[in-house]
């Protein structure tokens, strides 16, 4: 079993930046770096979709939205996985969630339906 959990959101002022967290254990002992890690972000009324993506060969993939703004990256370390996120837009503003999933390829990893595994989610709010 997978545990996620996100923080590091808030509101900010566009233009601005922040860094999310997702801090991942498991019960049984991993090597997180293993696991195909992906950002995805829900507005109201909108589908969820995916903004970033780092697979099991820390290949990584974004939404072309994003592109050159954010950045995911892994702190094997820390077992945490970051999205640095700049030049926020009010258009980014949304609640933000962390999922896993043991293996996917990056193409693979823009897709909600690949992860088994989800974080409760940090809100993001950018104002204008």
């Known amino acids: 079993q997978v545990q996620l959990v996100e923080s590091g959101g808030g509101s900010v002022q566009a233009g601005g930046s922040l860094r999310l967290s997702c801090a991942v254990s498991t019960s049984s002992g991993y090597t997180y770096n293993t696991y195909c890690m992906g950002w995805f972000r829900q507005a109201p009324g909108k589908e969820r979709e995916g903004v970033a993506i780092i697979d099991n060969n820390s290949n990584t993939g974004y939404a072309d939205s994003v592109k050159g703004r954010f950045t995911i990256s892994l702190d094997n370390a820390k077992n945490t996985v970051y999205l640095q996120m700049n030049k926020l837009k009010p258009e980014d503003t949304a609640m933000y969630y962390c999922?896993?999933?043991?293996?996917?390829?990056?193409?693979?990893?823009?897709?909600?339906?690949?992860?088994?595994?989800w974080g409760q989610g940090t809100q993001v709010t950018v104002s204008s």
């Open positions: 999922a896993a999933e043991p293996w996917c390829t990056v193409v693979a990893g823009t897709l909600r339906e690949t992860y088994n595994y």
